[in-house]
Every structure is written in C-alpha cells, then in structure tokens.
C-alpha cells in the first residue's frame, strides 16, 4: 500500500511538473506594450515581487532600485531615476 501511495505522489507531482513546464512563456511577460521600469514605484505601489517579498503592493520604501512597475514602453528611460528591468 505504501509503494502505491508513493508511486502515486510521484505521478501527480510530474503532471503537476509537465503543466508548469509546458506554459506559454506569454503567460510570465508582461503586459503588451509596457515594460518593466525599475527605481521609481512608491511604497506599496509596486506591480510584483522582489527578493525582499512576493506579491505587488509591499513595496516598504519610495524609489525601491528593485522594486518595478509596469510603464509604457520608451516611457521609463524618460523618469528620473527609472531603470528597464
């Protein structure tokens, strides 16, 4: 029972595996006609996670040179500051 039982963990978590594998890269890029712009999101204004946290909106400090938002493309290199990710 306990080779079935494992024999079945191990099926699930390579399908669960195969399914993270095999999503579009589209589904992790941005948003169309936007890039990434670091050093300019203010505190909890921030569109995704960093090294410091996981999730947008927990940005701590102003002007965070990791922390990024999304800004329409050729508008980043325009702000002071402001860094394509």
Do not use: R
Not at 35 to 54: L, P
Not at 67 to 79: D, F, L, M, Q, R
């Amino acid at each position: 029972m306990i080779k079935i039982t494992k024999l079945s963990q191990a099926a699930i978590a390579s399908l669960i595996a195969a399914g993270v594998m095999s999503v579009s890269s589209d589904a992790f890029a941005g948003k169309p006609g936007f890039e990434k712009c670091q050093g300019i999101a203010k505190t909890g204004m921030n569109d995704c996670g960093t090294s410091k946290h996981s999730c947008a909106g927990q940005a701590t400090v102003d002007n965070d040179p990791e922390e990024w938002v999304y800004v329409p493309e050729g508008t980043c290199s325009k702000i002071a500051g402001g860094k394509v990710k």
